[in-house]
């Protein structure tokens, strides 16, 4: 009797050869694939309360991946705000998330009353296209918010040259 493989012995196997088919796209084809990253809405406990925040679809625009925000601070809701964030993720940190490895990034953000925002956290990938995320919102130097949500790139594939 053969013996039984484990989903752990053959999950890394399928995601080695699903970073490998990423690698080996034609180049016109990956950036395609990579051009759009879904954050899932996520929400963190502060004081007597909770921050939602929801973030459109980041689009890349060189080295860099720029979306809007909104955050709903809960009970406070007359501290709650929208902005824009860019977070920057080289082709080399792409090419480490292909291959199953995690990344640390940075950023920032900046209310829509120009109030900046520091930004840094750390991707791990589940497979080729989406994984774990966590940030870190560097409101002021003592108060640092942290969520904890998926990402998801959501490129449609296009034909290669």
Do not use: C
Request: hydrophobic share 40%.
């Amino acid at each position: 009797m053969a013996p039984r493989r484990s989903l752990l012995t053959v999950f890394p196997a399928w995601l080695i050869a699903a970073a490998a088919l990423m690698l080996t796209l034609a180049p016109a084809t990956r950036a395609a694939i990579i051009d759009r990253v879904e954050i899932a809405p996520t929400k963190t406990s502060i004081y007597i309360g909770s921050v939602a925040m929801t973030m459109a679809p980041f689009e890349r625009h060189g080295e860099r991946y720029d979306s809007t925000y909104h955050a709903k601070i809960r009970p406070y809701f007359f501290y709650s705000e929208s902005g824009r964030l860019s977070i920057d993720v080289s082709d080399a940190a792409l090419a480490q998330l292909a291959r199953g490895e995690p990344i640390e990034f940075k950023g920032e953000g900046y209310r829509d009353d120009g109030a900046k925002r520091g930004i840094a956290g750390r991707a791990v990938p589940t497979d080729a296209t989406s994984g774990q995320i966590k940030v870190r919102v560097y409101v002021t130097t003592r108060i640092v918010l942290v969520f904890n949500t998926t990402y998801r790139f959501v490129g449609e594939p296009t034909t290669a040259p």
